[in-house]
C-alpha cells in the first residue's frame, strides 16, 4: 500500500534581497513521522517554517497539504486547514493562568480564530482544558500565571496550546531551547507522548544532538538555504557533511580542533 504524503513541498525558495534563505527545497512528509529539523544559525530553518505555517510567503514552489495546495496561505488558514506550530519564544499569555491560557486558546481554535482573545466558560471546553492539563502534566500549575512558570511548565503550556485546533501537522522551534540539561529529557518525553497520542506528525527543529538522536524518526539538515542531508538519525549523525556544517559548526565554532570525530 503506498501512502501519499500528508505535506509535501515541492521546489520551495525563499530570497530577502540578496540572500537566499531557502533554496530548491523538497521534502515529502508521510503521516506519523517525527521530522528533526537541523542546521547552523542562518543555515533557513525557521524560514523553512514560516512558509509551511503562512507566516512567510514562498519567493517560488508549492506547499501541499493533505493534497491540498496551501501556498502563501495567511497563518489562520493554514492553522485551520490543520497545520500548527509553536514558536521559539513561547507565546503564552504571560499576565493569565495556565487554565485561562488554555481555555483562551481553546476559544480561539472554536471561533475559527475571528474574535475571543479571552477565555470562554463553557463546560465542553473546560472538560478539554482539564484533560490537556492532566496529558501534559501541568495539572498543579493550574492556577499559576504564566509568567511564574519554570521555562519546561512553559513550553508544555505553550505545545499544549499550539494542538488545541487537533492539528494534523505540528511545527515546532526548538521545544527545548531555555529548558534545562536535567529537565530536557523529561521534558520532551512527555511532549512526544502527548503527540504520540493525538498521532500528529511532527517536525521540530533542534539543535541538541542528543534531543535528535533520541526522538525523531528523521533528519533533515540545512545549510545556506538547501537541504543537505534526509536520512535516519543514525545515518544523518554521522554524515560527513552533517558533522561539517551542523554539529561542528554548533559545538566548535571558532575552535582550532574543530573537526569533530566520526568514529562513533
Ligand atoms: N525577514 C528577513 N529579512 C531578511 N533576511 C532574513 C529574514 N529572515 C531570515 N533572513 C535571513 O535568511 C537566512 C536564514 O535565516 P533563518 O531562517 O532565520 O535561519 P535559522 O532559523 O536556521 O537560524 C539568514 O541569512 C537570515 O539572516
Ligand atoms: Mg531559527
Known amino acids: 500500500m503506498s501512502t501519499s504524503p500528508i505535506l509535501q513541498v515541492s521546489d520551495l525558495q525563499k530570497t530577502f534581497g540578496a540572500v537566499v534563505a531557502a533554496k530548491d527545497i523538497n521534502i515529502d512528509v508521510t503521516a506519523g513521522e517525527v521530522i528533526g529539523i537541523i542546521g547552523a544559525n542562518g543555515a533557513g530553518k525557521t524560514t523553512f517554517v514560516n512558509m509551511v505555517t503562512g507566516y512567510l510567503k514562498p519567493s517560488h514552489g508549492t506547499i501541499k497539504f493533505e493534497g491540498r495546495d496551501i501556498t502563501g496561505k495567511p497563518p489562520r488558514l493554514v492553522t485551520q486547514a490543520g497545520i500548527s506550530r509553536s514558536f521559539q519564544v513561547s507565546q503564552v499569555f504571560t499576565s493569565m493562568t495556565v487554565y485561562d491560557n488554555l481555555l ?5 481554535a472554536d471561533s475559527r480564530g475571528l474574535n475571543a482573545l479571552k477565555p470562554i466558560k463553557r463546560p465542553d471546553l473546560e472538560r478539554h482544558c482539564e484533560e490537556t492539563l492532566a496529558r501534559y502534566q501541568i495539572t498543579d500549575y493550574r492556577d499559576s500565571e504564566a509568567s511564574t512558570l519554570p521555562q519546561g511548565v512553559r513550553k508544555l503550556l505553550d505545545i499544549a ?3 488545541v485546533s487537533k492539528p494534523r501537522v505540528l511545527l515546532l522551534d526548538e521545544p527545548t531551547s531555555g529548558v534545562s540539561a536535567e529537565e530536557k529529557f523529561s521534558i520532551m518525553d512527555i511532549i ?9 506528525t511532527v517536525l521540530f527543529i533542534e539543535h541538541d544532538m542528543e534531543i535528535v538522536e533520541r526522538y525523531v524518526s528523521r533528519v533533515i539538515a540545512f545549510y545556506q538555504g538547501e537541504i543537505i542531508c534526509d536520512e535516519s538519525p543514525e ?6 557533511k552533517v558533522r561539517e556544517f551542523v554539529i561542528g559548526g554548533e559545538h566548535h565554532r571558532g575552535a582550532a580542533e574543530a573537526r569533530p570525530h566520526a568514529d562513533n
Open 235 to 240: 545515518d544523518a549523525l554521522v554524515d560527513p
Open 161 to 163: 496550546m499550539a494542538m
Open 192 to 200: 512526544m507522548n502527548a503527540l504520540k497520542a493525538d498521532q500528529v
Open 104 to 108: 483562551t486558546a481553546l476559544a480561539i
